[in-house]
C-alpha cells in the first residue's frame, strides 16, 4: 500500500466570527484540512485557550477527523470578526490570543522530521513565541521535503525581516496579486511584471514553486523552468474565506500523490473554486 504523505500546517486556530455566524478556521489549519481530504496523513500544530471557544473548537476539530498537536495555554482562544462586501472578507484580527503562544515540544520536533509538506505564515509570527515555534520547528523538517511560505498578509501583522527570514527558509512562495503588489515595493522590484517578479523569486529564493493567486481572474506557478497558467472558473461566490488554503492543500497534495504541475494546478482550481460556493472554509467535498 502506498504511503501516505505526511502534512503540517502551523499557525493560527481561530473563530471566524462572519455575519452568519462563528467558523472554525484559521489558515494553516485550512490547508491541512483540505490535504487531508485528498488522502494526506495531515496534522494541525496551533494552540487554543482553556476556556468554552477553546473547548468548542478542539470539538470542531475532532469532528473533522484530522491529526493534531494543539497546546491548551491560559490566553484567550484566537477570534477574527469578519465583515463580507461583495462575499470579499475584511478582517479584524483579535490581538494576544492562545495561537501567539505556540509552545515548542518534543512531539512537534518528532513529527516535522516526518514531514512531506509544511505550510506556514507571516500571521503567527506576530509573537516572539510563536514566530520561534515556527522557525525552530521548521529546521527540523528535511531540506527534501515541501517548505510552503503562504504569506498571507493581514493588516499590519509582517515585517521585511520575517518575509525575508520566511522565504529563507521555505521553497515554496504562494502570494496573491495584492500582496505581491506590497512585496515587490518591499523587495524595490516595482518595475517588474507579475511574471518577471515571480521568476526573480523563484531564482533569488532558489523555489521549487511560486504560486501567485489573482482572485475570480486567474492563477500562476512558476518553476525554474515552466508555468502553469489557468483562468479562474466563474462561480456565484458565497465567500471566499479559506479559498487559497484549500488551493494550496489541493495543489501540494496533488504534487505528493505524482501528479504534473499542470494537472495538480487543475485539481487546485477546482477545489478553490467551489469552496466560493460554500460559507467558511471547512467545506464538504465529494471530488
Same mark, same amino acid.
Given at each position: 500500500?502506498?504511503?501516505?504523505?505526511?502534512?503540517?500546517?502551523?499557525?493560527?486556530?481561530?473563530?471566524?466570527?462572519?455575519?452568519?455566524?462563528?467558523?472554525?478556521?484559521?489558515?494553516?489549519?485550512?490547508?491541512?484540512?483540505?490535504?487531508?481530504?485528498?488522502?494526506?496523513?495531515?496534522?494541525?500544530?496551533?494552540?487554543?485557550?482553556?476556556?468554552?471557544?477553546?473547548?468548542?473548537?478542539?470539538?470542531?476539530?475532532?469532528? %473533522?477527523?484530522? $491529526?493534531? /498537536?494543539? #497546546? +491548551?495555554?491560559?490566553?484567550?482562544?484566537? &477570534?477574527?470578526?469578519?465583515? @463580507?462586501?461583495?462575499?470579499?472578507?475584511?478582517?479584524?484580527?483579535?490581538?494576544?490570543?492562545?495561537?501567539?503562544?505556540?509552545?515548542?515540544?518534543?512531539?512537534?520536533?518528532?513529527?516535522?522530521?516526518?514531514?512531506?509538506? %509544511?505550510?506556514? $505564515?507571516? /500571521?503567527? #509570527? +506576530?509573537?516572539?513565541?510563536?514566530?520561534? &515555534?515556527?522557525?525552530?520547528? @521548521?529546521?527540523?523538517?528535511?531540506?527534501?521535503?515541501?517548505?510552503?511560505?503562504?504569506?498571507?498578509?493581514?493588516?499590519?501583522?509582517?515585517?521585511?525581516?520575517?518575509?525575508?527570514?520566511?522565504?529563507?527558509?521555505?521553497?515554496?512562495?504562494?502570494?496573491?496579486?495584492?500582496?505581491?503588489?506590497?512585496?515587490?515595493?518591499?523587495?524595490?522590484?516595482?518595475?517588474?511584471?507579475?511574471?518577471?517578479?515571480?521568476?526573480?523569486?523563484?531564482?533569488?529564493?532558489?523555489?521549487?514553486?511560486?504560486?501567485?493567486?489573482?482572485?475570480?481572474?486567474?492563477?500562476?506557478?512558476?518553476?525554474?523552468?515552466?508555468?502553469?497558467?489557468?483562468?479562474?472558473?466563474?462561480?456565484?461566490?458565497?465567500?471566499?474565506?479559506?479559498?487559497?488554503?484549500?488551493?494550496?492543500?489541493?495543489?501540494?497534495?496533488?504534487?505528493?500523490?505524482?501528479?504534473?504541475?499542470?494537472?495538480?494546478?487543475?485539481?487546485?482550481?477546482?477545489?478553490?473554486?467551489?469552496?466560493?460556493?460554500?460559507?467558511?472554509?471547512?467545506?464538504?467535498?465529494?471530488?
Amino acid at each position: 500500500m502506498k504511503k501516505k504523505p505526511i502534512i503540517i500546517g502551523i499557525g493560527e486556530l481561530l473563530w471566524d466570527v462572519l455575519p452568519t455566524g462563528k467558523k472554525a478556521g484559521g489558515a494553516p489549519i485550512n490547508f491541512v484540512y483540505h490535504a487531508s481530504r485528498l488522502g494526506a496523513e495531515s496534522y494541525a500544530i496551533s494552540a487554543v485557550g482553556n476556556d468554552p471557544l477553546g473547548d468548542e473548537i478542539m470539538h470542531e476539530i475532532l469532528k %473533522i477527523d484530522i $491529526g493534531y /498537536l494543539i #497546546q +491548551r495555554v491560559n490566553y484567550p482562544t484566537g &477570534t477574527v470578526l469578519v465583515k @463580507l462586501k461583495g462575499g470579499i472578507p475584511n478582517y479584524t484580527i483579535i490581538e494576544n490570543v492562545a495561537w501567539d503562544h505556540i509552545p515548542l515540544t518534543e512531539d512537534m520536533k518528532q513529527l516535522a522530521k516526518r514531514a512531506d509538506a %509544511i505550510c506556514f $505564515g507571516t /500571521l503567527a #509570527q +506576530r509573537s516572539k513565541t510563536s514566530r520561534k &515555534t515556527i522557525q525552530t520547528l @521548521l529546521s527540523f523538517v528535511s531540506k527534501d521535503a515541501y517548505r510552503i511560505f503562504d504569506i498571507n498578509i493581514r493588516q499590519h501583522y509582517y515585517s521585511k525581516e520575517i518575509i525575508v527570514s520566511s522565504l529563507r527558509n521555505c521553497n515554496v512562495f504562494k502570494i496573491n496579486d495584492d500582496e505581491l503588489l506590497l512585496i515587490k515595493k518591499i523587495f524595490e522590484i516595482d518595475t517588474k511584471t507579475e511574471t518577471d517578479a515571480c521568476k526573480w523569486f523563484v531564482e533569488t529564493f532558489n523555489l521549487k514553486y511560486m504560486i501567485l493567486t489573482a482572485g475570480a481572474d486567474y492563477s500562476a506557478i512558476y518553476t525554474f523552468n515552466d508555468v502553469s497558467y489557468i483562468k479562474t472558473p466563474k462561480v456565484e461566490v458565497a465567500d471566499t474565506v479559506g479559498a487559497g488554503d484549500s488551493f494550496m492543500g489541493a495543489f501540494i497534495s496533488s504534487i505528493l500523490d505524482g501528479k504534473t504541475l499542470v494537472e495538480a494546478h487543475q485539481v487546485a482550481v477546482s477545489r478553490a473554486a467551489f469552496v466560493c460556493t460554500q460559507v467558511g472554509a471547512w467545506v464538504s467535498i465529494s471530488f
